[in-house]
């Protein structure tokens, strides 16, 4: 059997696995991004704060994901839902290129600018939002693209705890030593992986604040 | 919001200082700083770098407040001051000019009357009035972002920005420090008749003794953090003290060598 009849035979159940795959990345994205950005505004405000932040989610970061996903098996409201656990640890995973450019973004900001900006009478908030974070849109969006990416390839290990997503096949084809299975999970997640990043290359071309 | 003032007390000065000491992380940046700054008046404050001038700039507008001593805008004490509202009042034109690089140029100028809550018109109008203001005409700037400007253009735009909502005071802080001599000069001169029209309040921090003799209705001599002293034009150049007379001798050198040519 050929790979291409053996995507055609599955195609109902790689469309499922694909379908949860980006189900468990937008969820983990959308988590990140919200818990992400904010702490990196954070950051550059109180710098104090700096260290433990970009130091703990660098930690978490070092983690091996098959070790992460089992560390928090045990934990109690994540232990019992396999999706919740996966999104909690991706989210962990994507945490870092998003709050570390978020505030690289800010803190390239030209100076200039914001001492004008604090001079003429713009509050902290107005400077916030009118200048520092539209200025910082392409540096944040490139930190949520690599973010993305890096969550698409960690997701397929999220199956090991029965997640599901496109792992299922990979994981299901090293058992029985089957090639075909695992590429039926191996391509459509490289697939995801390359159009996400195509995807977002366009919004952040699209978004510079200056042409 | 506070209302503005509607009737001044023409004694009263714009600007003050009383005793002003300032000091940052054990190094004293300001040494018993005092000075009056009246309505219409354009101080220059001329000295090196590091002598105190663009801190003394900073301590008008809030951005810095004294240690000791107090400094005064409008009689009001610059800590008793809401710092965003003060500053509001205040143009603020620095060397670098800090134009949004995101907004264009109308939007740049709109800035500060929009946050004002000037109706949309009103402030459509005076960006126009503005741009004519400073010389840049045509109505074919308005669209441009800052970086497809040169720099006297963007020096332009910066003073439009600072006039926009019409303060009554106007800070600059070498403000045409980056400009190349001919643009320098130019925006000199237009920056002194607009001045003689406008009647602003105006301190301006620069370390080029031309420009302080072009512009200055009186000129605060700053040295290690202290004003040595705050003389009129004339009486700088015909002055004796050391410091003053250095200044002079430097120009000088550019009316010899232009001789001997």
Same mark, same amino acid.
């Given at each position: 059997m050929s790979l291409l009849e053996f995507f055609q035979r599955h195609q109902r159940e790689i469309l499922q696995a694909t379908w949860e795959h980006v189900w468990l990345v937008g969820l983990t994205m959308i +988590?990140?991004?919200?818990?992400?950005?904010?702490?990196g505004i954070l950051v550059t405000r109180k710098p104090w704060l700096s260290k433990p932040i970009l130091g703990s989610a660098n930690v978490a970061e070092t983690i091996p994901s098959l070790a992460l996903f089992g560390f928090l098996l045990p934990v109690p409201w994540l232990g019992g839902r396999a999706d919740r656990l996966a999104i909690v640890a991706l989210t962990l995973y994507a945490l870092l290129p998003i709050i570390r450019n978020t505030s690289a973004g800010i803190a390239n900001v030209d100076r200039a600018v914001r001492e004008a900006a604090r001079g003429m009478g713009m509050t902290d908030g107005q400077i916030l939002f009118q200048v520092e974070l539209p200025l910082s849109v392409p540096t944040m969006l490139a930190g949520i693209r690599i973010a993305t990416v890096l969550t698409i390839g960690i997701a397929t290990i999220a199956a090991?705890?029965?997640?599901?997503?496109?792992?299922? +096949?990979? +994981?299901?084809?090293?058992?029985?030593?089957?090639?075909?299975?695992?590429?039926?999970?191996?391509?459509?997640?490289?697939?995801?992986a390359l159009g996400a990043d195509f995807v977002l290359g366009l919004v952040q071309h699209g978004l510079r604040p200056v042409r | 919001?506070?209302?503005?003032?509607?009737?001044?007390?023409?004694?009263?000065?714009?600007?003050?200082?009383?005793?002003?000491?300032?000091?940052?992380s054990g190094r004293q940046l300001l040494n018993d700083v005092s000075l009056t700054v009246a309505q219409g008046e354009t101080l220059v404050l001329l000295g090196r770098s590091g002598a105190g001038k663009t801190t003394a700039l900073?301590?008008?507008?809030?951005?810095?407040?004294?240690?000791?001593?107090?400094?005064?805008?409008?009689?009001?004490?610059?800590?008793?001051?809401?710092?965003?509202?003060?500053?509001?009042?205040?143009?603020?034109?620095?060397?670098?000019?800090?134009?949004?690089?995101?907004?264009?140029?109308?939007?740049?100028?709109?800035?500060?009357?929009?946050?004002?809550?000037?109706?949309?018109?009103?402030?459509?109008?005076?960006?126009?009035?503005?741009?004519?203001?400073?010389?840049?005409?045509?109505?074919?700037?308005?669209?441009?972002?800052?970086?497809?400007?040169?720099?006297?253009?963007?020096?332009?735009?910066?003073?439009?920005?600072?006039?926009?909502?019409?303060?009554?005071?106007?800070?600059?802080?070498?403000?045409?420090?980056?400009?190349?001599?001919?643009?320098?000069?130019?925006?000199?001169?237009?920056?002194?008749?607009?001045?003689?029209?406008?009647?602003?309040?105006?301190?301006?921090?620069?370390?080029?003794?031309?420009?302080?003799?072009v512009l200055g209705t009186r000129i605060g001599l700053m040295e290690a953090g202290r004003i040595a002293r705050i003389y009129s034009p004339h009486d700088f150049v015909h002055a004796s003290d050391p410091m003053a007379a250095a200044y002079m001798a430097q120009l000088r050198v550019y009316d010899e060598a232009k001789r001997e040519k």
């Open positions: +988590f990140a991004i919200a818990i992400g950005v904010p702490l090991a705890v029965g997640a599901g997503g496109l792992g299922e +096949f990979i +994981f299901r084809g090293l058992a029985m030593v089957n090639d075909q299975l695992i590429l039926a999970g191996a391509i459509p997640a490289a697939l995801l | 919001m506070p209302a503005r003032t509607t009737h001044k007390d023409a004694s009263q000065p714009v600007i003050e200082f009383r005793n002003v000491h300032f000091s940052l900073k301590m008008i507008n809030r951005l810095l407040a004294p240690t000791q001593g107090e400094v005064l805008v409008e009689g009001r004490a610059t800590t008793e001051w809401d710092p965003i509202a003060l500053r509001r009042r205040i143009g603020y034109v620095i060397q670098d000019v800090g134009l949004f690089p995101h907004y264009t140029v109308a939007q740049n100028i709109a800035l500060i009357p929009k946050l004002e809550g000037w109706p949309g018109e009103r402030v459509g109008s005076r960006v126009k009035e503005m741009l004519e203001t400073v010389g840049l005409h045509g109505g074919k700037f308005e669209q441009r972002y800052p970086s497809q400007l040169s720099g006297g253009q963007r020096q332009r735009v910066g003073v439009a920005r600072a006039l926009a909502a019409d303060p009554e005071i106007l800070l600059m802080d070498e403000p045409f420090g980056a400009l190349d001599p001919m643009t320098r000069g130019e925006i000199q001169n237009e920056f002194k008749a607009l001045e003689g029209r406008l009647k602003k309040t105006v301190v301006i921090v620069t370390h080029d003794v031309g420009e302080a003799l």
